[in-house]
């Protein structure tokens, strides 16, 4: 199972990404590459002005490829995801998440940011081709707390709702994506 993660966060602690780490750690033994993907470390002007010739952004595109899993998290911010993923899925290809097994997890202040993720996130992902969209994961900002070393660590109840998610990810690793392309020519 070929795994990347995306980080739509613009801070290098975050809780979005505390939510994908641990997403990382749990499915990093059955998989046979974890890619992650931390958005704000690729080239500021290549992903605004769509710099396709740019190495890193190429590289980043190729291994959003090549997964059988994207794992996907940002804060949302006044009710929207964040700006920083939004470009960056703008610049896959209209299919560019087509038979892959995608998981939205997502931080925000109050529960009256969780609609951001279906009338927000969800139709993106939908017009990308993903069809295969496991539960997608909210937690408030009240559902952490800090961490000398690792910044930000879930509460039991949104590791529980993390693992049921993983769920279909952990009994039975996902088809790649040109078996399930050819899966349903017949």
Known sequence: MKIVSLSG?????????ALLRWCEAQLAPGASSLHAIALRELPATS?????FEDAELQASLRQVAEADVVLLA?????????????VF??????????????????????LAHLLALDYGLRPV???LGARQLLDAV????????????????????????????????LQA?????AQVA???TC
């Open 125 to 127: 992902l939908h017009a």
């Open 138 to 169: 909210f937690a408030t900002d009240g559902q952490f707390q800090k961490h000398p070393t690792l910044g930000y660590v879930p509460d039991a109840e949104t590791i529980a709702r993390m693992q049921r998610s993983l769920q279909p990810l």
């Open 182 to 184: 050819m899966a349903g």
């Open 74 to 86: 940002t804060p949302i911010y006044k009710a929207a995801y964040s700006g920083l993923l939004k």
């Open 9 to 17: 966060s613009p801070s290098a602690i975050s809780r979005s990404a």
């Open 173 to 177: 690793p996902p088809r790649p994506a």
């Open 47 to 51: 992903l605004l002005q769509a710099r």
């Open 89 to 110: 899925l703008d610049l896959l290809p209209q299919d560019g998440l087509a038979g892959k097994q995608v998981l939205p997890l997502a931080t925000g202040g109050s």
